[in-house]
């Protein structure tokens, strides 16, 4: 514990003496008490150093001491030395004293001991208290700056904390956590989108024993509402009791702390039980982590935001439901990326055209709305080329070029089958993308001998790879996200994913279910599955 934490700012400080004379203590006790200190009597070195041991242990260490420097057992410069290497004990201001005449030397070697003055006794009683009271106001200085730094560092270290927080949910628990971090109680953050969502954060300091409901969550995001704060303000208000939900924090006031982004929008409150603050020293630091968590909040929104717009224009050019497809059985899944994942250019497409069913799985490189739009130009590009020419090596052909032409600083993989239901002949290209697994109904899945480079690279394209499906045989397609694992070859996880896929269940969806169950989970990166299987009726 700091040695000084706890110094009064009038009189009452605690001063231990060290002196192994019955008198001397009691009459610098006496001059100490009158002047309103309470005094700690002690006869030698030994007896100074186990009663300091007592107090810290019960964490009640003097604010000073006296020391004679001629004990029994040790100088008073060595019993300085040695409280002052302790680092519990440093923070004890140390006066020498001594009734013996001295001289430079004396006062030097006091000095270099660490101690902060040096008195010759018999001295007046009014410079005996004034060196006193220089000591112990040298010290609540440094205590003072020392509380400073650390309550700075401190909020230093939680705005770094809230600036990593990857979205609002999370920003909203890291900022709860901050702010009992400085407040040493329980805190909930509030992040208020613009269309009533309510992003809220509870601290692990919390004494609730459950997270409290959604109806509380909503009550205290209403009150936090109405806290008026300007665009890029703080602004602090205490609520009652008797309108705080208790689920909280229990009974007992509450203080809000509300912060809007610079942009006017989106408030930021930070919560508390209210509690004194004596020196005013909690306030300045609570409002500046508003204030820095708000500015954080305010790029995650706009992230959100297009991550929105993203999602739905990908959600709204993926077919929700598949056309009638006689002789075939297909199933599709699309799984976004987690929240804190920016959205992908991940595609599927299911066709019936003249020569037979073309399905197709392809992925534009990079995370962004970028990519989400050139994956929806791409797959309007697909169906309408297939209108006149389904065949997957053409295919693969134009849409090279379309990348090339329109968008030279992007590139896409692409894997496509075109399969005849009546015959099982299926055609297929592959550009950069991971080779389409067959899953017969009676041996171990393997992958189809289908390569070739990504699109946009202008580089010529193999001819398609001819193979005839049996009846019953699922063709699986995949994009990386569902088994691509920082630190795990890739080709390891192509095994894996086989291994699973031939012990699946046979029917379409099902093997699609089966396969995100066992491979999809907290994934970094959208996940496209699709599974074909031939009906009965194909004949070689």
């Not at 992908?344 to 970028?370: E, K, M, N, Q, R």
């Not at 031939?502 to 491979?519: E, K, N, Q, V």
Request: hydrophobic share 45%; aromatic share 4%; proline share 8%.
């Amino acid at each position: 514990m700091n040695a000084t934490a706890h110094l009064p700012a009038t009189d009452g400080s605690t001063v231990l003496v060290v002196d192994d004379t019955a008198a001397n203590r009691y009459a610098m006790g006496a001059l100490l008490t009158r002047a309103g200190h309470i005094v700690v009597p002690v006869a030698s070195a030994g007896e100074a150093l186990v009663e300091l041991d007592t107090r810290l242990r019960a964490g009640s260490l003097p604010d000073m001491a006296l020391v004679d420097v001629g004990l029994p057992d040790l100088s008073g410069f060595e019993l300085c030395r040695r409280v002052k290497a302790l680092p519990p004990l440093a923070g004890i201001p140390v006066v020498h004293f001594s009734a013996r005449p001295s001289g430079a030397g004396d006062r030097a070697r006091a000095l270099d001991a660490g101690g902060e003055a040096y008195l010759t006794v018999p001295a007046e009683p009014e410079e005996i208290r004034a060196v006193v009271r220089a000591a112990l106001r040298g010290a609540r200085e440094l205590t003072n700056a020392q509380g400073q730094f650390d309550r700075l560092a401190l909020l230093s270290e939680t705005v770094v904390d809230v600036q990593g927080a990857r979205c609002l949910l999370e920003l909203a628990t890291t900022a709860a956590d901050a702010t009992a971090r400085i407040t040493r109680q329980s805190a909930a953050v509030f992040v208020l989108g613009e269309e009533g969502d309510v992003h809220a954060g509870l601290s692990r300091r919390s004494v609730v024993a459950e997270v409290p409901d959604a109806v509380a969550r909503e009550q205290a995001a209403a009150l936090a509402r109405r806290v008026p704060c300007a665009p890029g303000g703080v602004s602090s208000t205490v609520v009652p009791a008797a309108q705080w939900p208790a689920a909280y924090f229990g009974p007992g006031d509450v203080r809000l702390v509300v912060s809007r982004t610079r942009g006017g929008h989106l408030p930021v409150c930070l919560a508390t039980p209210v509690a004194p603050d004596p020196a005013g020293r909690t306030g300045p630091l609570v409002a500046q982590l508003a204030r820095a968590t708000a500015l954080a909040a305010e790029p995650l929104l706009m992230y959100e935001q297009e991550r929105h717009v993203a999602l739905t224009l990908q959600r709204s050019f993926l077919p929700a439901q598949l056309p009638e497809l006689p002789g075939v059985d297909v199933a599709f899944r699309y799984v976004p990326a987690c929240r804190q994942t920016e959205i992908g250019g991940d595609f599927y497409v299911v066709l019936p055209t003249a020569a037979g069913v073309l399905v197709g799985i392809g992925d534009v490189v990079g995370h962004s709305l970028d990519a989400a739009t050139v994956m929806v130009e791409i797959r309007h590009a697909l169906r309408a080329y297939s209108l006149e020419d389904p065949h997957p090596g053409r295919l693969v052909t134009r849409l090279d070029k379309l990348f090339q032409h329109y968008h030279p600083e992007s590139s896409a993989t692409l894997c496509l089958a075109l399969v005849d239901p009546a015959t099982g002949r299926t055609l297929l290209a592959n550009a950069g993308h991971i080779p389409p697994l067959r899953v017969p109904d009676d041996g171990p899945a393997h992958y189809a001998d289908a390569h070739g480079p990504l699109l946009g690279l202008g580089l010529p394209h193999p001819e398609p790879t001819e193979v005839v499906l049996a009846p019953g045989e699922r063709l699986l397609m995949v994009t990386d996200g569902l088994i691509e694992t920082r630190g795990t070859d890739l080709a390891v996880s192509m095994e894996q994913l086989g291994a699973a896929a031939t012990t699946a269940p046979a029917g379409p969806d099902a093997l699609c279910d089966t396969l995100l169950s066992r491979f999809g989970a907290d994934r970094a990166d959208d996940i496209a599955v699709l599974a074909l299987r031939l009906g009965p009726q194909a004949s070689p």
